[in-house]
């Protein structure tokens, strides 16, 4: 009996931070897969999350243009950012990140304080694509260094917020303790004819003991005590953005408010913004012109990979993700990370069958850094590998009378695809 291979093999991965690009990441994978099956169809599908990189990804899958744009920085220092127009199979369409105005990396070290950077900058990007003629804006959230409840891009867009005396607050989220009234008489005249879609993670809220101040303040480098003032400052924003806003949902524990330092929150409230999904959203065929779920209906077999596969993976991140939507078809996931931290075996339990961390041997963080490539490819050759003696296993037990065992996590569609020996020609992979 021969075994059965996977005809066609979806990757569809994240980026790594700092250290790779999804559309990286994907080929990198693909190279190692060749390596053991030449001859399989391989589907590049990097994944777009809303942090750095997603406008450039949604641009070239779809045909589109990026625009540049000098704009005010999160430190005030203007800084050189990209928005995209996107192409046929999404018309009329801008997609603007958060992270290319207002991203953690141009915050220096030492100014690192999300209670005084802002997000004016990226209501400069939202403006620019109104004056294009954009009749949907998608704001993709994510790898932020601010923390001011998206005032600074209300501010950008002709938003007016005013102190008990009726004087309009300086930007960062430690004025938003100052704010009284929100006055949206002078904003943007587009927005009225403009729809706005804020694509977040729906476990980032913006008020409470997971506020994004108390989770994300840290990591944009905020000591205790100003964790607590910017905490403090965001509940009397939530409050006036409810009153004086234009919101018609919870915007203190609402899903999506904390998205990016509480822009989520701002949008909605300010501008009347749609808060969804980051995935609902950027995957939306009719809203970005991606057709992922048709590409994984028709793999036998989907690859993922992340930075970081830890406890956190299962809450909003790609590698649970694409398991979530493949399950749906009964396609086995597998995942490659950089590392793996604690409680990484907890992703077995939203559908991914089997995870591999790319480094081999214990090497410095800068070293795996600078070679990820390499690591990735393979790792995915290793990976490939491995799954091929797990169905020559399958296959022999099932020669015998023995019963052979379903692995947790693992899909149960029965391979169509070449068998060993067999599996030569040219490989045909495409990125979407």
Known sequence: MSLPLPQRVLVAPSGFKESLGAGTVACAIAAGLRRVLPGVHIDLAPIADGGEGTAAMLAGTTGGILRDLDVVGPVNIPVRAQWARLGAAAPGTAVVEVAAAAGLRHVPRELRDPGVTTTFGVGQLIG??????????VVGCGDSGTCDGGAGALQA?????????????????YELARAARLDLSGLHPRLARAEIVVAGNPHNLLCGPRGVARVFGPQKGATPAQ????????????????RDGRAGSDLRTGPMTGASGGIGAGLAGGLGARLRSRFDALLDSGLTGADLDR??????????????????TPHGKVPAEIARRARLHGVPVVALAG???????????VGIGAIASIIPVPMA???????????LTDAAERMMRMLLVGGALSVRMGRG???????VGLGVRRATGPRIGAARGRVRGRHR
């Open 128 to 137: 620019a694509a109104l004056d294009s003629g954009a009749g949907t804006i």
């Open 157 to 173: 867009l002709g938003a007016r917020i005013l102190d008990a005396a009726g004087r309009e607050i300086g930007s960062g989220g």
């Open 227 to 242: 964790v607590e003032a910017l905490s403090s400052a965001l509940d009397n924003w939530a409050a006036v953005l409810e």
């Open 295 to 312: 590409r994984i209906a028709r793999a036998d077999l989907v690859v993922t990979a992340e930075g970081a596969i830890d406890l956190q």
């Open 339 to 349: 590392s793996l931290g604690e409680g990484a075996p907890l992703v077995h339990e």
């Open 365 to 375: 963080l800068a070293d795996a850094v600078a070679d990820a490539e390499r690591l």
């Open 401 to 407: 009378s023995g019963r052979p065992v379903r692995p």
